[in-house]
């Protein structure tokens, strides 16, 4: 695999539905780089698919159009579906997750390119981390925000006695070392946490969370933080991509935040959590 950014994907399909046709050196200078990597880049995007080749030039196709829609509207889930279908790497790097999608715990970045050793499907150091990037800012795993793991998430619904489970779990051991009961614990990290074993969302999380609150108040006592305190950051960013409408050249947003959000409750934002009783 050619390293490519998901970025440059998305604006080279743009430059190829804006005109005719497009080659080497007009991509070059539209993207500032050099005639070398514009081809390595080409050539990747002609493997997804995503444009036809024709001697020297290269033109848009109907795939081209229809991924173009999917970012528009932010259907994540659609260049999802499309490059599962449509690129072997994308396809090999999603099945090594998928087939440890019941593990407790994610992968490391070492571990996927070692099962792919395994398996001869020929992801590197490279393509492991540009899949596990463009992964990520499509919604279709996360990333431990403070061992960085990665895991697949599931589609399913997680029952609340499994979420409840989990919870406890991880609440215990990081309160252990307090050794007493009732001790105020970080939420962000117990997210973290609870997100990697059940496989959710973080959005999933905190709805599964404050609604176990709302049911289960004096056994549960949530607590604020100050403005600055280390609950609210973490050691790594989480990743998000955003559409910004078509302009001339249009690039998608590409937004990095290392500030950790509490869990929001009728208005008001909670850092700590503790229990004081069994739920």
């Known amino acids: 695999m050619r390293p490519v950014t998901l970025r440059r994907v998305i604006e080279i399909c743009i430059l190829a539905t804006k005109t005719e046709k497009v080659d080497i050196p007009i991509i070059s200078q539209k993207l500032?780089?050099?005639?070398?990597?514009a081809k390595e880049i080409i050539l990747e995007v002609i493997r997804m698919a995503l444009l036809e080749s024709h001697d020297d030039a290269y033109t848009a196709n109907a795939n081209t159009i229809a991924f173009l829609e999917y970012f528009e509207n932010e259907?994540?889930?659609k260049i999802h579906e499309y490059f599962l279908a449509n690129y072997q790497f994308y396809q090999n790097f999603f099945r090594i997750l998928e087939d440890h999608i019941n593990n407790d715990k994610g992968f490391s970045l070492n571990e996927i390119k070692?099962?792919?050793?395994?398996?001869?499907?020929?992801?590197?150091?490279?393509?492991?981390?540009?899949?596990?990037?463009?992964c990520d800012r499509l919604g279709v795993i996360?990333?431990?925000l403070y061992t960085r793991r990665l895991y697949l998430i599931r589609c399913e619904e997680t029952s609340f006695d499994r979420f409840k489970n989990a919870l406890k779990k991880y609440y215990r051991e990081l309160s252990f070392s307090h050794g007493r009961k009732g001790v105020f614990v970080e939420i962000p990290k117990i997210r973290e946490d609870a997100c990697e074993q059940l496989k959710i969302t973080r959005k999933g999380f905190d709805e599964m969370l404050r609604q176990t609150y709302l049911q289960n108040i004096g056994r549960i006592e949530l607590s604020g933080a100050p403005i600055i305190t280390l609950a609210k950051k973490s050691p790594l960013s989480e990743k998000k991509i955003k559409c910004q409408g078509r302009q001339t050249m249009l690039s998608p947003?590409?937004?990095?935040?290392?500030?950790?959000e509490g869990l929001l409750v009728r208005q008001k934002a909670y850092y700590y959590l503790a229990?004081?009783?069994?739920?």
């Open 253 to 260: 947003k590409f937004e990095l935040t290392r500030k950790r």
């Open 32 to 37: 500032g780089v050099c005639p070398s990597r």
């Open 75 to 77: 259907h994540w889930d």
């Open 142 to 144: 996360q990333r431990h």
């Open 114 to 134: 070692e099962e792919s050793t395994k398996r001869k499907l020929n992801l590197n150091q490279t393509a492991v981390e540009v899949l596990s990037d463009w």
């Open 275 to 279: 229990m004081h009783e069994d739920i």
